[in-house]
């Protein structure tokens, strides 16, 4: 399963890089494969604490540019975020305490630390050029303790479309890390050293109003 590769308590938890170095070199914007790159979003909604948004480049105009597959979950309020156009896609809507105790002590990306020096995080975590080079034998030979997505389901029919509905069968880490954009989505984690299995649910954001309908449950 596909690892939560960066978590920092005081800013997010990302994920969305597939173990397999073949499949993510796809999903690398850098290599500009044609229909991997998705268009940008207006930003409907803010980075609050438990959105989901979707990771991305910055342009020289600081401004989030050439989304793929990684996410990001807010622990905090990061509104301002919203500012540079990474626009929230969808909510974590239970489970949130199984994402509160990701394994954290690898602190930040050693190539992002310059990113974000206010937080004054350690920065012995994972080279995202390894990452997408040698996947999954690179974090469990140098990071084992991150956490992982075990199994990923659906929510909806084929396409998704307007409606949802639940889908019993697991999908490939990829259609997860497209799930919360595309439908809403339920994600599974463990943790190597336990045998239960907690559970995370996220659910997207269908419109600009969703916020106020009560039928979505985004917010309760």
Known sequence: GARFYRVLKNWVCQFGVSPDPEISAVYDYRNDVDGTILPDD???ASNERGTV???AAYSEKEMAVNRTTELYINYLNNSRLDAHGFAPVGRVASGLEVVDAFYDL???????CSLHPEKNNTCHGVNETLLYSQGEAYLEREFPRLDFILSASIRGEEGCGDN?????????????ALA???CASFVAYRKKRHRDRPQVQMVKYENVGDEEDEDNQLFH
């Open 42 to 44: 207006a930003v409907v």
């Open 53 to 55: 948004s979707f990771s």
């Open 106 to 112: 690898y602190g930040e990306m050693v190539d992002a």
């Open 164 to 176: 949802v509905g639940w889908a019993l069968a697991s999908i490939p880490f990829l259609a997860c």
């Open 180 to 182: 919360v954009c595309a």
